[in-house]
């Protein structure tokens, strides 16, 4: 990237308050700032460069703490790193604005006989799953959650995998809140009555709420209706469920995922249960070990986790990954 004059003169006016503000902390702390800005192509100017350094320091003590008794570090310097904990959930993560308490799915739950699992199973090995999308700073994780799981029941109905327009839900879904947040159940309910989805190329996303511009004539996937994969936080139903059936949209507690590089969440890592983000279980693996876990598909691009995924522990509800976890039916 070429700078000009006006960015070349911010960067060296940061750099001079970063030197001043790197006498009170360690060298170590002063080359990773520099490091995440050239990574992630930070440029700040000059009265907010201080502040954002200060963020940073904060997060390092943060990351510290999550990181303390663990073997191998889950949590690090991640592209979120300048930003508060409250600025990044006003970003990234969700209001939990509508009441799903008394929504039904729209037929039973399909009884899941349950079968011996592998020890590991992952859709993505069976061509049915779209790469990894990035919302951007808009709170649609719920629509991209939706979408994913469309996408792949639909592909796994026999139809051709296509990436599908989560902008049209974000759009024209007026029960839910488009970048201020919404559920999938409800999400499910707006895409069976609009007669089904937009392709991506069609109507792609901008991140950030628009006028609703969509076209019957364009639909390009349908859905006949969706169900609960678990509604008692049974994961063993759960994975059957994955199994036998596909890709699951799931909800959970994404707070501490700011700091996320690698490894598995855990219990002990104290995630809570309090769903602020939605996101894609794509299978799991060390099944019938001391530790299986869940594989999961995030919407906060491939510069992000494990190139877009994060591993999370099997077993005990961690981060409330089986509380809301559900499936559309492709039409």
């Not at 139809?159 to 201020?180: A, E, H, P, R, Y």
């Not at 159940?185 to 901008?206: E, H, I, K, M, N």
């Not at 008692?232 to 799931?250: R, Y």
Request: with cysteine; aromatic share 12%; charged share 15%.
């Amino acid at each position: 990237m070429v700078l000009s004059s006006r960015m070349r003169a911010v960067v060296v006016l940061g750099v001079l308050l970063l030197a001043a503000l790197a006498a009170a902390f360690p060298s170590d702390p002063r080359a990773a700032f520099i490091e995440f800005q050239h990574k992630h192509n930070k440029v700040y100017a000059a009265e907010e460069f201080g502040a954002r350094y200060r963020v940073f320091l904060d997060n390092l003590a943060v990351v510290e703490r999550m990181n303390q008794g663990k073997d191998v570090p889950t949590y690090g310097v991640t592209k979120f790193m300048d930003m508060t904990p409250e600025e990044f959930k006003n970003a990234y993560l969700m209001r939990r604005n509508v009441d799903t308490s008394a929504i039904k799915a729209t037929k039973p739950a399909p009884k899941i006989k349950e079968l011996p699992l592998p020890s590991s199973f992952d859709w993505r090995n069976k061509g049915v799953v779209t790469p990894v999308y990035n919302q951007g700073q808009c709170g649609s994780c719920w629509a991209f959650s939706t979408t994913e799981n469309i996408e792949s029941m639909w592909a796994l109905a026999g139809n051709t995998l296509t990436s599908l327009s989560m902008q049209q839900i974000v759009d024209c879904d007026t029960s839910d809140d488009g970048c201020g947040g919404g559920d999938p159940p409800t999400a499910y309910q707006y895409v069976q009555s609009a007669g089904g989805l937009d392709s991506y190329s069609s109507y792609p996303y901008t991140a950030q709420n628009g006028y609703c511009s969509f076209s019957s004539s364009n639909v390009v996937a349908q859905i006949s209706g969706w169900n609960y994969a678990t509604q008692s936080q049974d994961e063993t139903q759960m994975a059957n469920f994955l199994t036998q059936t596909g890709p699951l949209s799931i909800c959970v507690d994404a707070e501490s995922w700011q700091y996320y590089t690698g490894g598995i969440i855990t219990a002990s890592d104290g995630c809570g249960t309090s769903l602020d983000h939605c996101v894609m279980a794509t299978g799991f693996a060390a099944y019938g070990t001391s530790m299986p876990y869940w594989i999961v598909r995030n919407s906060w691009g491939t510069d992000w986790g494990l190139s877009g995924y994060l591993y999370v522990e099997m077993g005990q509800n961690v981060c409330g990954i089986a509380q809301e976890a559900t499936c559309s039916t492709a039409q």
